[in-house]
């Protein structure tokens, strides 16, 4: 009896093997890398990474709301879920109401409202107080890419399609306010910052600066060697960063009196893959870093200045279709043809 292990040892104690969901064995991976004395936290998330699982398709965008306390999210399945960022990341709503993939998502400058487009060759306009939609936007004849809603002025949208046109919309009319043709499928799109262009890119390659007040194109931009896929407008509304078909992540100067040659800057190192998805791009709320999706799973993040990868983040079992930053702290989404969303703490 004196070989037996006294009880305030502890004992050893043999459990049947369960087998745990995606969730919960993230929680757990997490709860242990917090427990870890070595690990500074950086963030109030939950733990250094959060899964959110329940799409039932391709998560093809993801948006931090503009306070951060909401993760908007849609994909193949139709759905437009809202997530809570902090806590358990419990998702407070399902939207529903596109009759096909939803392809982009964008918040009001207020974070009130949301815009989605759809390959059912609308967009729609959400309340996010009620969940509902609030506008159904017709008119492109063909899959709907990309929208934008404006930084000034909450009332203006664009959209891009695979009808080669760019339109513009005012949210309070039903019909587009001006419509502008492209010979070839329009992919990405986005206002300036003072709303007065609209700047879509497609498969020519080509990004073009439509003059709203003109109703004509104003410049091109060319670089890019194949499609561009996701482009977005600098905090400061000064530079738009761009990612094309072409493995090239770039940088462009989009004010008004720029010299002719305005692409600043190129990254290399993230991937389009066979799956040709429209991979997009975000920059840090501060502007010192960017971060791009990329088909080879991982989530790549540069430092603007040196051009550097600082972080290749892996965990997706499929394309990176949609990478956000957190409005206020270093966090950063990612949406996936694996039909999750990491919400992963960076280092400051």
């Known amino acids: 009896m004196d070989t037996k292990r006294k009880a305030e040892q502890g004992a050893l104690v043999v459990a049947k093997k369960q087998k745990l969901d995606i969730v919960a064995q993230a929680r757990e991976k997490s709860a242990l890398i917090q427990t870890q004395p070595h690990i500074l936290r950086t963030s109030n998330l939950e733990a250094p990474i959060m899964l959110l699982s329940g799409h039932e398709g391709e998560v093809f965008s993801i948006k931090f709301s503009p306070d951060g306390q909401i993760l908007s999210s849609a994909g193949f399945d139709r759905l437009i879920f809202l997530w809570n960022v902090y806590g358990e990341c419990e998702n407070l709503a399902t939207m529903k109401g596109h009759s096909g993939a939803v392809m982009d998502l964008h918040y009001s400058t207020d974070g009130s409202k949301l815009v989605s487009c759809s390959s059912d060759h609308t967009v729609a306009l959400w309340d996010l107080e009620v969940a509902e939609r609030m506008r159904k936007f017709k008119g492109h004849r063909s899959f709907v890419n990309s929208c934008d809603s404006a930084r000034r002025g909450p009332h203006m949208i664009c959209s891009g399609s695979d009808d080669g046109t760019v339109k513009y919309w005012d949210a309070r009319k039903k019909v587009p306010l001006e419509s502008f043709q492209s010979t070839y499928q329009v992919t990405a799109v986005s206002f300036n910052d003072t709303a007065e262009q609209i700047i879509a890119g497609g498969i020519d390659n080509e990004i073009k600066i439509f003059d709203l007040r003109k109703n004509e194109i104003l410049y091109r931009m060319r670089g890019h060697t194949d499609t561009v896929t996701g482009m977005k407008l600098s905090p400061d509304g000064s530079y738009l960063l761009t990612t094309s078909m072409d493995n090239t992540v770039r940088i462009w100067d989009v004010r008004p009196y720029a010299p002719q040659e305005r692409c600043v800057k190129i990254f290399q190192g993230n991937q389009h893959t066979f799956e040709k998805n429209l ?20 989530v790549y993040i540069w430092d603007t200045t040196t051009r550097r990868i600082v972080y290749k983040l892996p965990g997706h079992a499929g394309s990176v279709n949609d990478v956000d930053f957190h409005p206020h702290e270093p966090i950063i989404a990612s949406g996936s043809s694996d039909k999750n969303i990491y919400l992963g703490e960076l280092e400051k």
Do not use: H
């Not at 991979?279 to 991982?298: E, H, I, M, N, Y």
């Open 279 to 298: 991979l997009r791009v975000t920059w840090a709320p501060d502007g010192s870093k960017v971060a791009a999706g990329s088909g080879d799973r991982f």
